[in-house]
């Protein structure tokens, strides 16, 4: 079974280019170029020395003792949130701008939801020394204010996009209309590997570092290159693609993908495309989507951003297809407990997408003792206003507990 990308874009029945005319000369000179100058000294290079010197790479895997414990396994986190930005993002925008130079593109477009993948493209911009404009839903721009003045701050043109449900699928949208209208000097840096072949597959080995890494870390820290289980949370697929890239043909190596289920599958408030959704085209590639019957794209709903995208990269939507992958869903509730754990239990504050992932750990079987990592993709430091509502939920339990001892004692007494 071949997981990767064929010559024609295809992962299985999934991926492909369906685009507009006007974009046909873009994608085609990325497709044509792109694998050979990822392979040329001087990008690979490069790319390194900026991995290393600038994003803080390699990203620790650390052992965590006490989930360990509580699991039975020897679990360890590979941490994507200690990296510039704080989360993931920054390893396929650090490869984009380089690409966008090597190609000669002058100008670079983004689409963001929550705005991490906004401010990791304004960063890289930034740095290049390039114009840089981020198409970003009204209703986000309203509720991730943080992000959008870092954007500004960095120097990026930020423009809230007031179609549909004023998220990210409407950003993309509207990322893409612009493109189709500017395509000359523009690059379009995409956050995650959906989109038009070559863009599931360049995102992916951009990200791919994650698993490469990983191989050398366990090796040396448990004296062998497999782990029995890998756990990622997946919205797009960028953090998970990256962390199974390198054991995809591993087939000892059991690969776990976990959905944002919002309010619950039943409930229709769902984020979780292979639960809910069936194939189509979206954003460009032939794919899992949650649609109606009559190919109406269903808003998708999740308490993380990042996570709140109603369809899911070719790729990931082939390793559900052939079950390379078991692909589990986490509701709102599950990942903010699971955010209270690992904090309380290690000192790190995760961001709510890879809590979702830690929200699996109750339900997957694992043997005793098995290695088990779980890619932390970012930091929660984003996701404060909706851990501090938790916390507020939490003191008022615990004072209703209180009380209730207190009037019981007086009771008997
Ligand atoms: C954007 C984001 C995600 C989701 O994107 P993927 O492409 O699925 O990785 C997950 N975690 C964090 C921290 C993010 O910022």
């Known amino acids: 079974?071949?997981?990767?990308?064929?010559?024609?874009?295809?992962?299985?029945?999934?991926?492909?280019?369906?685009?507009?005319?006007?974009?046909?000369?873009?994608?085609?000179?990325?497709?044509?170029?792109y694998l050979k100058i990822m392979e040329s000294e001087a990008f690979k290079n490069e790319f390194a020395s900026l991995l290393k010197n600038y994003v803080g790479r390699p990203s620790p895997l650390y052992y965590s003792e006490r989930l360990s414990g509580k699991y039975g396994v020897k679990l360890y986190l590979k941490r994507e949130d200690l990296n510039h930005t704080g989360s993931h993002k920054i390893n396929n925008t650090i490869g984009q701008i380089l690409m966008a130079r090597f190609l000669g593109k002058k100008r670079i477009i983004a689409e963001t939801g929550a705005g991490q993948h906004g401010v990791a493209t304004a960063t890289v911009c930034a740095r290049e020394g390039v114009e840089c404009v981020v198409f970003m839903g009204a209703t986000d721009v309203a509720r991730q204010k943080p992000n959008v003045e870092k954007m500004e701050m960095l120097g990026a043109t930020v423009i809230p996009v007031e179609s549909g449900n004023k998220t990210l699928k409407d950003a993309t949208n509207d990322a893409?209309?612009?493109?189709?209208?500017?395509?000359?000097?523009?690059?379009?840096?995409?956050?995650?590997?959906?989109?038009?072949?070559?863009?599931?597959?360049?995102?992916?080995?951009?990200?791919?570092?994650?698993?490469?890494?990983?191989?050398?870390?366990?090796?040396?820290?448990?004296?062998s290159p497999l782990p029995d289980k890998i756990i990622a949370c997946v919205g797009g697929g960028s953090n998970a693609a990256g962390a199974?890239?390198?054991?995809?043909?591993?087939?000892?190596?059991?690969?776990?993908?976990?959905?944002?289920?919002?309010?619950?599958?039943?409930?229709?408030?769902?984020?979780?495309?292979?639960?809910?959704?069936?194939?189509?085209?979206?954003?460009?590639?032939?794919?899992?989507?949650?649609?109606?019957?009559?190919?109406?794209?269903?808003?998708?709903?999740?308490?993380s951003a990042g996570l709140d995208y109603p369809g899911i990269g070719p790729l990931h939507a082939h390793l559900f297809d052939v079950n390379r992958a078991g692909f589990y869903r986490a509701t709102d509730q599950e990942a903010l407990d699971a955010a209270f754990e690992l904090t309380r239990l290690e000192g790190i504050i995760p961001a709510l997408e890879s809590a979702h992932a830690l929200a699996a750990l109750p339900k997957i079987k694992f043997g005793k003792g098995e290695v088990v990592v779980v890619n932390i993709s970012g930091r929660g430091d984003k996701d404060m206003?909706?851990?501090?509502?938790?916390?507020?939920?939490?003191?008022?339990m615990k004072f209703k507990k209180e009380r209730f001892k207190y009037l019981f004692w007086k009771f008997i007494k």
């Not at 295809?10 to 046909?24: D, N």
């Not at 995809?248 to 039943?266: F, P, Q, T, W």
């Open 176 to 223: 893409i209309r612009h493109w189709i209208s500017h395509p000359d000097e523009t690059h379009y840096i995409i956050g995650s590997v959906v989109g038009p072949h070559p863009y599931p597959d360049m995102v992916a080995r951009f990200q791919s570092v994650i698993s490469k890494e990983m191989r050398s870390q366990l090796n040396k820290q448990t004296g």
């Open 244 to 303: 199974f890239y390198h054991y995809l043909n591993e087939n000892k190596v059991e690969l776990i993908a976990v959905e944002a289920d919002g309010l619950g599958l039943e409930t229709g408030h769902t984020a979780a495309t292979t639960a809910a959704g069936t194939p189509g085209i979206i954003h460009g590639s032939m794919t899992l989507l949650m649609q109606t019957g009559d190919g109406q794209i269903i808003e998708p709903y999740s308490i």
């Open 1 to 33: 079974m071949d997981y990767f990308v064929n010559k024609k874009g295809y992962y299985g029945k999934f991926g492909g280019a369906y685009i507009p005319e006007m974009l046909y000369p873009n994608v085609k000179e990325l497709e044509e170029n």
């Open 385 to 396: 206003e909706a851990y501090r509502k938790h916390l507020l939920a939490e003191k008022r």
